[in-house]
């Protein structure tokens, strides 16, 4: 009788066990179902990382806002996605003088601002001659345009300082976007944050530093946008855009600021068909810095040595699950027109030879202080490893001592020659090998192979090539393969300088509801949201 | 009478050391950003600029003055109550503390007012049996909270509550699909004043998970505060009058012994608002609450002096504000204190 009563008991406590597990089941699945976030409105819901301080293109510079800039404005001319140049507010290919010196664009008539203007050759060149006054990036006009002419109402023309051919590019950067001279009359002179009145496929409706709507503008002289309007929201933390993405909360997720191991649960999510997922032409490089004016990594072998000792795909596999494409050329794949990457492969036989030529290996190591950023994670991942790899590889040949700094501090001492070997980052004004070439090796004064004035002090190298500023300079003055070739070749003579170890470089991506098209990136990595709308 | 100008004095004495306080706060802002490593001219133009488009830059934005300068030009136009424009933008410093003050004090508050419940609730509930299982588990939970690291806490509960169960935004303040109403800044009290009923539920349902975890997390030092003083209180002679006299327990505890040991909660709670505010900042970045403190975050990030001085002066005087608010309240309730 007690044994049964005993019985019942257990029995009554796993029945109750069991219907509270059935309640507490069935209220997580109805609450789950009912406080899923209802869709309030047709707009797509677009997700990026970073606070949005201005809409001014003068001030822009951040992707985040050069991607709303992208979406609100025009510029001259785009890059397409295969990467060729395109007109957009100009009506064909920018034609320059004979002597280079002087470049006519002619533009559309068929284009409107928001408030209702004309575009013209003379909004056109309010917009550059504004840029030129108060522009936070002008400094890359600056050295550039003498001057800017409307010499009829849809004929705009720059007059340069010297030959820039790479100037096509420049025209692309969203920074250059037109602006209303109306609707900027008061703000010529100044900052106009919260607002912008350009010419491009969506008018501002509404804006907070965390939110903007954007909608069609209907008399756009394009090609009307697929959806009916944007709400971009801009959240802080990495966990916030992933988790905002997962539980539906956003239509579109872009952002290269999400941990790594958040891209690749994205992307597998992606290879399961549970999410889209775009890449865009990888234009961000990461490059280690070695100090060229003094011993030990002043010797060219010595450099050379340990640009042979980087197992680059280890690397990327460690620190970014192979997301980060391992890179031997400071241009980006997208900009190279070609494959061949000039920078030394990882190979340790030839990597011991020279550094036993440079005599090490018997006895004597090869001290390498390597600095890191603390604040970028990967820098840290990316120290740690090769570190390591170095251990394993040639223990007896090189021994790497580790320093972490934060960035500012690191920009900040980086022209005093504080760095024996440091890993930076580096992504061009514009979508041109030269936005790469230039800021890293420019040198305006040298003696031999040291650089004594120029980007080469600044970058941290002090290092420099006879002819390899008269390579650069020359470049600007070519136009197509000739140019392209040229500056492959200022590439090549830094490869075998290398005072720089380009590391890896970063695609763009973003990732997308499954009943959206696929995010479609432009050449300059940002993504055309006029084309994103529900999959038909 | 007596009591009356004692305290009258010691508000003025009080009143009269928060533009001293101001100025030191103030001028140790001042120094500690100009030795900090780093240059706002780095953060507008880019670390690759040219050096003379830099020089142009810091000329034209004052830095290239001499420090004395800098700082008596800063504390002239502070003293003239103008907090100078962002060096990023050219935002007035002003409009920026304007726009993000309330979304903070909007948590903050919420986030005082669940703590507070929470936390005395929870210390309250452990008195019918000390050393029983209730006060344990109210010891155990005050030290918890207490001891969490914010980010930790506030990541789990926005990973949980928003991604995986999908009951609330992951971050934001207001829904996107909505326009947020115009008026004080204070998102629930505008859609309330608008009646706006679905920008107030928007906004509702973003504030919950981020004031939540700043109450919980605040909640502890509530629960030791009171479980402490309430101890202390019903072993003290009073009490034990009270007892002797034939009073039930309740009444002891209700009407004698509670109102004496909420007395020094109340001077926690004025100094929690001051780690609130640095509280605050991890919650504001998990949850992506456009507040002060994650623009405080990012000015520093970037160096911009003014707004980081201004958000840091605007921070120090609402802290001195409300410390010397509470300490008047406790003076005038508390007739046992003296001056």
Request: glycine share 8%.
């Amino acid at each position: 009788m007690a044994v049964d009563l005993k019985n019942r008991c257990v029995t009554d406590r796993r029945r109750s066990r069991l219907q509270a597990s059935v309640l507490i089941g069935f209220v997580l699945a109805f609450s789950q179902s009912a406080c899923q976030p209802k869709r309030q409105s047709e707009r797509l819901t677009v997700a990026s990382a970073g606070r949005i301080s201005s809409l001014d293109p003068a001030l822009a510079s951040t992707t985040g806002v050069l991607q709303v800039l992208s979406a609100l404005g025009d510029t001259l001319y785009i890059r397409g996605t295969k990467g060729k140049l395109q007109p957009q507010l100009a009506a064909s290919k920018p034609q320059f003088s004979d002597d280079g010196l002087s470049l006519t664009i002619p533009l559309r008539r068929d284009v409107l601002f928001h408030d209702g203007t004309r575009f013209d050759a003379k909004a056109m060149a309010f917009s550059l001659k504004r840029f030129l006054r108060i522009g936070s990036q002008r400094y890359l006009l600056n050295d550039r345009i003498a001057a800017i002419d409307a010499p009829s109402p849809f004929e705009l023309r720059l007059r340069l300082k010297q030959p820039s051919s790479s100037i096509e590019s420049l025209l692309t950067s969203p920074y250059l976007t037109p602006v209303s001279p109306k609707a900027y009359a008061d703000h010529a002179d100044r900052f106009l944050n919260d607002r912008f009145v350009g010419t491009g496929p969506y008018v501002l409706n509404s804006f907070r530093n965390t939110q903007q709507r954007l909608l069609p503008f209907r008399n756009y002289w394009g090609a009307t946008p697929k959806n009916v309007g944007l709400d971009l929201i801009n959240l802080s933390n990495s966990t916030a855009l992933f988790g905002a993405l997962i539980s539906g909360e956003v239509d579109v997720l872009l952002s290269n600021s999400i941990d790594e191991d958040q891209k690749r649960a994205l992307s597998e999510r992606a290879d399961k068909a549970l999410l889209l997922e775009s890449k865009g032409p990888a234009m961000n490089i990461t490059f280690v810095t070695l100090r060229t004016n003094s011993p030990p990594l002043q010797r060219q072998t010595v450099r050379r040595a340990l640009a042979h000792s980087l197992d680059r795909r280890l690397i990327s596999a460690r620190v970014s699950y192979t997301q980060r494409e391992p890179l031997r050329s400071l241009i980006p794949p997208s900009l190279r027109g070609g494959k061949t990457e000039p920078w030394p492969a990882y190979n340790l036989a030839t990597a011991r030879q020279l550094y036993q030529e440079a005599g090490y290996c018997t006895g004597r190591r090869l001290q390498v202080p390597f600095t890191f950023r603390t604040n970028v994670p990967s820098d840290r991942l990316m120290a740690l490893t090769w570190q390591a790899q170095l251990k394993r590889d040639l223990p007896d040949c090189v021994q790497m001592t580790l320093n972490g700094v934060e960035s500012t501090t690191v920009y900040k001492q980086l022209s005093e020659g504080s760095f024996e070997a440091v890993i930076l980052d580096w992504g061009g004004s514009y979508p041109d090998p030269e936005a790469y070439l230039s800021p890293l090796l420019s040198c305006k004064r040298s003696e031999g192979t040291i650089c004594k004035e120029g980007e080469a002090v600044d970058g941290g190298t002090f290092w420099t090539e006879p002819g390899l500023q008269a390579a650069l300079s020359r470049s600007d003055s070519l136009q197509g393969k000739a140019r392209l070739q040229e500056l492959r070749a200022v590439d090549a003579m830094a490869a075998e300088g290398a005072p720089y170890l380009p590391v890896w470089v970063v695609a763009p991506k973003a990732w997308a509801q499954l009943r959206l098209n696929p995010p479609i990136f432009n050449g300059n990595g940002l993504v055309d949201l006029a084309q994103l709308g529900e999959r038909r | 009478m007596a009591r009356g100008r004692e305290l009258f004095r010691y508000c003025a004495t009080r009143l009269a050391l928060a533009p001293l306080m101001l100025w030191l706060i103030a001028s140790l802002v001042f120094l500690l950003l100009r030795v900090a490593p780093g240059d706002p001219v780095d953060a507008v133009l880019g670390s690759r600029a040219p050096e003379a488009a830099k020089a142009a830059l810091r000329s034209s934005l004052g830095l290239d003055q001499s420090l004395w300068n800098q700082y008596f030009d800063f504390l002239s136009k502070l003293v003239h109550g103008d907090l100078g424009n962002a060096l990023i933008n050219n935002e007035s410093v002003r409009s920026i503390i304007s726009k993000t003050l309330p979304a903070s004090l909007e948590l903050g508050i919420t986030a005082l007012i669940i703590a507070a419940v929470l936390g005395l609730a929870v210390g309250f509930s452990g008195i019918a049996r000390p050393e029983g299982k209730f006060d344990f588990a109210g010891r155990f939970y005050g030290i918890g909270t207490y001891a969490l690291p914010p980010f930790w806490a506030a990541m789990l509960i926005q990973l949980v509550f928003a991604v995986m169960l999908g009951w609330l935004p992951v971050g934001g303040r207001f829904p996107p699909s909505l326009i947020p109403p115009e008026g004080s800044g204070f998102l629930i009290f505008d859609s309330v004043i608008s009646g706006n009923w679905a920008a107030l539920q928007g906004s509702v349902r973003h504030l919950v998970l981020p004031a939540c975890t700043l109450g919980l997390l605040l909640s502890g030092v509530f629960t030791n505060a009171l479980r402490l003083n309430l101890n202390r209180t019903l072993k003290s002679d009073y009490v034990e009058s009270a007892r002797s006299r034939g009073l039930s327990e309740v009444q002891v505890v209700l009407r004698h012994a509670l109102p004496n040991a909420l007395l020094p909660v109340l001077t926690i709670a004025g100094i929690t608002v001051a780690s609130l505010i640095g509280g605050a900042l991890l919650i504001e970045v998990t949850f992506s609450w456009p507040g002060i403190a994650m623009s405080l975050y990012e000015s520093i990030n970037q160096r911009d002096y003014p707004v980081v001085q201004g958000i840091v002066v605007a921070i120090a005087a609402l802290v001195v504000m409300v410390s010397v608010a509470v300490d008047l309240l406790v003076a005038v309730l508390d007739p046992r204190i003296r001056y």
